[in-house]
Antibody
Framework: QVQLQESGPGLVKPSETLSLTCTVSSDSISRFHWSWIRQSAGKGLEWIGRIFTSGSTKYNPSLKSRVTMSVDTSKNQFSLRLSSVTAADTAVYYC?????????????WGQGTLVTVSS | DIQMTQSPSTLSASVGDRVTITCRASQSISSWLAWYQQKPGKAPKLLIYKASSLESGVPSRFSGSGSGTEFTLTISSLQPDDFAIYYCQQYNDYPITFGQGTRLEIK
């Protein structure tokens, strides 16, 4: 059974960079595409972006200028960096695996990690 | 962006009821629609993809239908474990977008 676990600081100061890592267990990260999704009380579920097996990425245009996603195959991890954060970036952040087969939906999710942006 | 609108926002029902949740897209998304179930403090769980394909391990009382701009999720006979929030998600075009959610409550 695939398991995903988010890790990173739970508190980030405004204007700084949010950095999260997702560690994947029981599956090779090279076999699937991977996504980050966040959920806040104000905006519901918001798709942040996807990193493909090729290493290419697709980001939500609303965040594109601030988002970077990357993969470390040696550690079976993928990462999210979101720069210049504000209080509006406070949310539960989820990493997730794409189902595959052309279906860009998420079949396995991490438990989620709350990131609060505050000074 | 494609806007996804779910109705109703809240639905009260009893165990054994048949319930239907509707999701409308602001433009055609063919059949590229998924449904998720979320319980408090948990990540969303994939139920249905490509409008009507049941995810592995999901009970057969869940079904999805629709294409184009209008979609439905039906639960044929509500079980106690089904009371949760349900979200639709389109993946026809970027950015991927979700509906605002439908809260299914016990009557």
């Amino acid at each position: 059974q695939v398991q995903l676990q988010e890790s990173g600081p739970g508190l980030v100061k405004p204007s700084e960079t949010l950095s999260l890592t997702c560690t994947v267990s029981s599956d090779s990260i090279s076999r699937f595409h991977w996504s980050w999704i966040r959920q806040s009380a104000g905006k519901g579920l918001e798709w942040i972006g996807r990193i493909f097996t090729s290493g290419s990425t697709k980001y939500n245009p609303s965040l594109k200028s601030r988002v970077t996603m990357s993969v470390d195959t040696s550690k079976n991890q993928f990462s999210l960096r979101l720069s210049s954060v504000t209080a509006a970036d406070t949310a539960v952040y989820y990493c997730a695996r794409d189902l595959g087969g052309g279906n860009y939906v998420s079949d396995y999710w991490g438990q989620g990690t709350l990131v609060t942006v505050s000074s | 962006d494609i806007q996804m609108t779910q109705s109703p926002s809240t639905l009260s029902a009893s165990v054994g009821d048949r319930v239907t949740i509707t999701c409308r897209a602001s433009q055609s998304i063919s059949s590229w629609l998924a449904w998720y179930q979320q319980k408090p403090g948990k990540a969303p769980k994939l139920l249905i993809y490509k409008a009507s394909s049941l995810e592995s391990g999901v009970p057969s009382r869940f079904s999805g239908s629709g294409s184009g701009t209008e979609f439905t999720l039906t639960i044929s006979s509500l079980q106690p474990d089904d009371f949760a929030i349900y979200y639709c998600q389109q993946y026809n075009d970027y950015p991927i977008t979700f509906g605002q959610g439908t809260r299914l409550e016990i009557k």
